[in-house]
């Protein structure tokens, strides 16, 4: 079995900062791209960053500048550190990854259970 669990969410006043993290655990053969979505109500879940295994990043354009994805490949775990909140970015956000669980199966996308931020005005 593979599980993403993410933290580092929270409450934060606009122009604040948080860090999340999302750690792969289980039955891990290899990871490829991982990245984090957000959700906020209402709305369809949208990409925010992603991050291959090399390393190679992708930010969605309302938060470059702001945001920065990273991996810690030794610890199949990556990190959004997010500067500069804007009441904009408040949502559900939701570590992704392409897992392959076994060395018999394919990468497969996995999902965290998600971590709430909430930036105040």
């Known amino acids: 079995q593979v599980q993403l669990v993410e933290s580092g969410g929270g409450l934060v006043q606009a122009g604040g900062s948080l860090r999340l993290s999302c750690t792969a655990s289980?039955?891990?053969?290899?990871?490829?791209?991982m990245g984090w979505y957000r959700q906020a109500p209402g709305k369809q879940r949208e990409l925010v960053a992603t991050?291959?295994?090399?390393?190679?990043?992708n930010y969605a354009d309302a938060v470059k500048g702001r945001f920065t994805i990273s991996r810690d490949n030794a610890k199949n775990t990556v990190y959004l550190q997010m500067n500069s909140l804007k009441p904009e970015d408040t949502a559900a956000y939701y570590c992704?990854?392409?897992?392959?669980?076994?060395?018999?199966?394919?990468?497969?996308?996995?999902w965290g259970q998600g971590t709430q931020v909430t930036v105040s005005s």
């Open positions: 992704n990854a392409e897992v392959r669980g076994d060395w018999y199966r394919v990468h497969t996308p996995y």
């Open positions: 289980g039955s891990i053969f290899s990871v490829n791209t």
């Open positions: 991050i291959t295994s090399g390393g190679s990043t």
